[in-house]
């Protein structure tokens, strides 16, 4: 008899065997009405609570089997989220690797810092498991192209987490805008605002006896525990994180590249510094980035210690085309005539999701798993390909190596690959720690 793992395989990879029209109903009748794709969630501190709502919503089609955290105390806390939310218990785990061990794991979602996107994805695929891991997918563009490689040798899926490529009034308009909305599209306009504190200057202290301090470093270069990195606050360290256009003009740019209709650009330029604070930070707090193409661009502001809004709006992406606009966020969009004024209005049951959660937990997030199920379970096409969501993420990787050196990158339009460059071309890699090179 046809094993549960094989069936699943045989539909999310959807090339011989099985009709995906009749999968829906031969699954069931095969499996069990009750069966589920089973997940691990890895990293259990902020995001990941997103995950535990969303594998609520679709909890006719998953199980949470396993968790997983370096901290015993976000572990134990997340365990009994587990609990509360679903039910039941599930399995914990401080290391990844054991728990990758486990036959009965379907899939895995990656929430940890951006230091471990891709080795965990590329460990995931090579264990068998399909794969959701958070924006960005990589740590460097690198990384980025051997994560698609990776996903093609071992033939599981990968969805990243750029969950408003299945909001439905996003898709709705952006093929609005396909369909000639506003004439010729050519200009995509991004912007992101935030009113962070300082970070500080860490100080170096005991590692908390919770925290696994060596397997929370994994591949980064060993360094002594500071007070001022973990959790969260890694973000803002080049070790670790990628600075506030992976954190969230990843989301928008994505927006702007998707209606647009474009991949790479021929150049890239930004500007901008650390200039509210004085601390540990090691990316801008202020940034301007623009990305242009032959007769089209998109512009990319991010504004982390500077909370003055945009449209009215933290978050969001403008489309400007030859015959008027369309403003798109979260929750909504609205349409404006070639004189700016407004002509449609949706918003999303007048509710907003924009600031209604740091975690980000939403509807839109929930769909984007129900995706990322109905890719495993009944070869759905996915919203979020591996291949499409590591274009804007390279393209924002590329923006803080042009920030970095201060000046322009100019790229191949095919690769993504900086041209007679040799200094940006080496900033595409980082270094491992020995013994965790990453290997496909
Ligand atoms: N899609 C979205 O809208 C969205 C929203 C928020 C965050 N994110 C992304 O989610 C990721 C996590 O962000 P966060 O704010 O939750 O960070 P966080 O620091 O709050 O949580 C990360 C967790 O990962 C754990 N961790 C570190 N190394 C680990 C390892 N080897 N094994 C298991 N666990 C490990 C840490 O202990 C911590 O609990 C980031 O990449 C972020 O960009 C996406």
């Known amino acids: 008899m046809i094993s549960r793992r094989q069936f699943l395989d045989t539909l999310a990879v959807g090339t011989a065997g099985l009709a995906v029209a009749s999968s829906a109903k031969s699954y069931a009748q ?172 860490g100080k170096v202290v005991p590692v908390p006896a919770e925290l696994d301090w060596e397997l929370w470093q994994g591949p980064a270069p060993r360094r002594p525990y500071k007070d001022n990195v973990h959790p969260y606050n890694w973000h803002w360290f080049k070790l670790y994180g990628t600075g506030e256009s992976l954190n969230n003009g990843t989301h928008e740019v994505d927006v702007c590249r998707w209606a647009l209709g474009v991949d790479y650009p021929k150049t890239v330029t930004a500007s901008g510094g650390r200039y509210q604070f004085t601390d540990d930070w090691q990316f801008y707090d202020t940034l301007n980035t623009s990305f242009e193409y032959d007769g089209k661009m998109i512009s990319w502001e991010g504004k982390s210690c500077q909370a003055m809004r945009v449209y009215d709006r933290e978050r969001g992406s403008v489309i400007m085309g030859t015959d008027g606009s369309v403003l798109i966020d979260r929750d909504g969009f609205e349409v404006y005539n070639q004189a700016g004024k407004k002509v449609e209005e949706y918003r999303v049951n007048s509710v907003k999701t924009s600031s209604a959660d740091l975690t980000g937990r939403d509807s839109m997030t929930d769909l984007h798993f129900a995706n990322f199920i109905a890719g495993i379970q009944t070869g759905e096409k996915l919203h979020a390909p591996i291949e499409v969501g590591n274009i804007s993420v390279t393209m924002l990787q590329l923006s803080n190596i042009a920030w970095e050196l201060n000046h322009e990158l100019k790229l191949d339009q095919k690769t993504g690959h900086v041209l007679n460059d040799p200094k940006a071309s080496a900033m595409r890699f980082r270094e491992y720690e020995k013994g965790w090179e990453l290997k496909i």
Not at 39 to 49: D, E, T
Not at 75 to 101: C, H, I, P, W
Not at 125 to 147: D, F, M, R
């Open 30 to 201: 095969i499996l069990g009405a009750n069966d589920r794709v089973n997940f691990a969630v890895i990293g259990l501190n902020g995001r990941a609570y997103a995950h535990l709502s969303a594998l609520k919503a679709n909890a006719a089609k998953s199980r949470v089997t396993h968790i997983v955290d370096v901290d015993s105390r976000i572990l134990n806390r997340y365990a009994a989220a587990v609990q509360k939310e679903l039910g039941y218990s599930a399995t914990t785990d401080k290391d990844f690797r054991k728990m990758l061990e486990a036959k009965d794991v379907d899939a895995i979602t990656v929430a940890t810092p951006e230091h471990w996107h891709t080795p965990m994805a590329v460990a995931g695929l090579q264990a068998g498991k399909h794969v959701y891991v958070e924006k960005p997918c990589s740590h460097n563009p690198h990384e980025g192209e051997l994560l698609v490689a990776a996903r093609d040798k071992y033939g599981k899926l990968v969805q990243m987490g750029s969950q408003q490529r299945s909001s439905p009034h996003t898709i709705a308009v952006i093929k609005r805008i396909h369909e000639g909305l506003i004439g010729r599209a050519y200009y995509g306009r991004a912007w992101y605002v935030n009113n962070r504190k300082s970070i500080g200057v």
